[in-house]
Every structure is written in structure tokens, then in C-alpha cells.
């Protein structure tokens, strides 16, 4: 979807899974940063029946940030801090390798914070919440971490789950050049952090997904070991895809 501030808003519908289904169309979104909407943005996000909003970010960022303007549009909000600190803030190493880097990243992401994302997924799996998008900063990370997993979940093959984490890659590219105009020390953040934090190298993705089949045999063991039941992932399936 197209928005005036928000650059990586997108449906996860469309995609053919294993069993012959496909993910439903306009029901599950991933996303950018909502708290940059504009009012036209926000309402266009009720227009196409957003009822559920999980932000991803960590606490800092919501507290000098924002959120989805909630008070003003209805919706549901949750609150789910994937990391305790950005790459900006955090301990990161100096790995200068693009797919080395993100690897290290989402592994790490993986063993801090399994947890969180069963948490988002069973949010997801509710009653009364679909449509519903989840979000990061840059809808790279964090939020393409937990779009593999429910894309796993539902069948989805993993080159199509790489390549959807590949289109943030012009997502980004339209977020800096927006910046440049409309925000400019947004702007100024990415071009003084490195190129690596913004990358989205559909490699990093099916190497992390490797390692879940390697590890537990399929991702659906991985959730499974997390705690996300089976009730929950037949939820899903039932919610997120049409024959």
C-alpha cells in the first residue's frame, strides 16, 4: 500500500504454501514505522480494515517516538519489545560483511527473544483481530523475523519467504529518499550509521531459516519448542489462508 510517510507497508497475502492454499489477502500486514503516519496514512490503514496494531520497537523508541495514533484512530494496540536496545544503542559487533552481520543479528534476535515473538504470534492467532498489521522501525528486522515465522507456520516455501524479506531492500531506498525531503535528520541517521544496518540480503533469511531446520527439524518445531501450541498454529491457518 502505498502511504505518504510510511515506505514498507505491505500484504502478506498472496503466497502459495505446500498444502495447495494461499495466504489471504488483506488480513495480515507488516509494516515500517506507524508512528510516522500521517492522518490521511492512518485512516487509509482503517480504510483497508486494520483492527490490530503490534509494535515491535523497544521502549525507548516508543517513548521518544510515538506509536500509531491510537487515541485518535480505533484501534488495537500491543506493545511487544523484541530487543531491549536498537543496533545504535546496543553492543553490536564491527562485522562489516552484509549476510555475516545480519545473521549474527536475527541468531541473537532468535535466542533473546523467543519468547516475545510466540507472544506476537498468539496475538495474531486471537479472536477479533484480524486485520492486523505488526511493526518495527524499519519493517526489516524485527518485523521480518516474525513475518518468516508466521509464513513458515502457514506453509509458505522459503524462497518466497526470503524474497519477501528481500523487498524491504526498495522499501528502504523509498524511506531515505523521503527523509531527505521530509525529515531530514531521519535522513542524516541513516547516511552516518552503516550500510550494513539497513540492508535486507535475502541470503541472511534462508540462513537463519536453515538453522531452525537444522536445529528442530522445521520451523514449526521451533515454535512449537517457544510455546506457541498447536491449537494456535491450526488457528492460524485457518485464519490466514483461502483455498
Known sequence: MKLEAVHNFRDLGGYPTNSGQMTKWRTLYRADGLYR??????????????????????HKEVETRGTFPVEKF????????????????????????????????????????????????EIIASTDVLPLVFHCAAGKDRTGVLAALVLSILGVQEEIISADYGLTESAMKRLIKWAEVSQPDLATAYANMPARFAAADPRAMAIILNDLNTKYGSVQNFVREIGVSDETTNTLRKSLLVN
Open 37 to 58: 503516519l500521517t492522518p490521511s496514512d492512518a485512516q487509509a490503514a482503517i480504510d483497508i480494515g486494520v483492527r490490530t496494531v503490534i509494535d515491535l520497537r523497544t
Open 74 to 121: 480505533p484501534v488495537k494496540f500491543h506493545h511487544l519489545s523484541i530487543i531491549d536496545a536498537t543496533w545504535n544503542d546496543g553492543d553490536t559487533p564491527e562485522i562489516e560483511d552484509v549476510v555475516e552481520f545480519l545473521v549474527w543479528a536475527y541468531r541473537h534476535m532468535i535466542a533473546n527473544a523467543a519468547p516475545k515473538f510466540a507472544d506476537a504470534i
